[in-house]
């Protein structure tokens, strides 16, 4: 268990659709981060928040964003779900800008 | 931008024999590696990362790591594979002028067979 806690697990939605994913880091961490990954696209790094601030942005679609709140947890919010946003979405922290991550369990969104 | 590649999606070994699993890296500036390692319906997990220092880095788990400057290569090895090994690996840089981008490769599927 790395401490890094998403919710929900699992997400079944409709195309057109929008969804809200939920990331609480270890206790102490300031960095959030969040990935997709599919098959297709492999492990895609998608945005950086340090303290509350964004601090990185990856392959970012204009459709998703996302917010590290003052507690330090993080949402991402995806919206007019298309097909090809079905994968999992891995929120990860560490403590620093510098330090490994830490992965929590993922959440699988389903678009029908 | 940095980049990674991992230029094999499948490595077989036998249990008890060593295991090498492949990664090379492109950074503009000094490299900071790491590598991961992904169960099923799981997520990754941390097992060494390359900052500074020593060439060859230690991590968990019995896995250890060589940095290697001049063939920009990162190869994840352990001297003795076990079957409860067997997992999706993933290689990842970040580069010092980028710091905040952590780019990972494609995984490598490592079987370890009894």
């Known amino acids: 268990d790395s401490g890094v806690t998403q919710t929900p697990k699992h997400l079944i939605t409709a195309t057109g659709q929008r969804v809200t994913l939920r990331c609480s880091p270890r206790?102490?961490?300031?960095?959030v981060y969040w990935y997709q990954q599919s098959l297709d696209q492999g492990l895609q790094f998608l945005i950086q928040y340090y303290n509350g601030e964004e601090r990185a942005k990856g392959n970012i679609l204009e459709r998703f964003s996302a917010q590290q709140f003052p507690d330090l947890h993080s949402e991402l919010n995806l919206s007019s779900l298309e097909l090809g946003d079905s994968a999992l979405y891995f929120c990860?922290?560490?403590?620093?800008?510098?330090?490994?991550?830490?992965f929590g369990p993922g959440t699988r969104l389903t678009v029908l | 931008a940095q980049s990674v590649a991992q230029p094999e999606d499948q490595v077989n070994v036998a249990e008890g024999n060593p295991l090498t699993v492949k990664c090379t890296y492109s950074?503009?500036?000094?490299?900071?590696l790491f590598w991961y390692v992904q169960y099923p319906n799981r997520g990754l997990q941390f097992l060494l990362k390359y900052i500074t220092g020593d060439n060859l880095v230690k991590g968990s788990y019995g896995f250890e790591a060589e940095f290697n400057k001049s063939q920009t290569s990162f190869h994840l090895k352990k001297p003795s594979a076990l079957v409860s090994d067997s997992a999706l690996y993933f290689c990842?840089?970040?580069?010092?002028?980028?710091?905040?981008?952590?780019?990972f490769g494609a995984g490598t599927r490592l079987t370890v067979k009894p």
């Open positions: 950074v503009s500036g000094n490299p900071y």
């Open positions: 990842a840089v970040r580069d010092m002028f980028r710091i905040n981008d952590m780019r």
């Open positions: 990860a922290s560490s403590p620093g800008l510098l330090d490994e991550q830490f």
């Open positions: 206790s102490g961490d300031l960095s």
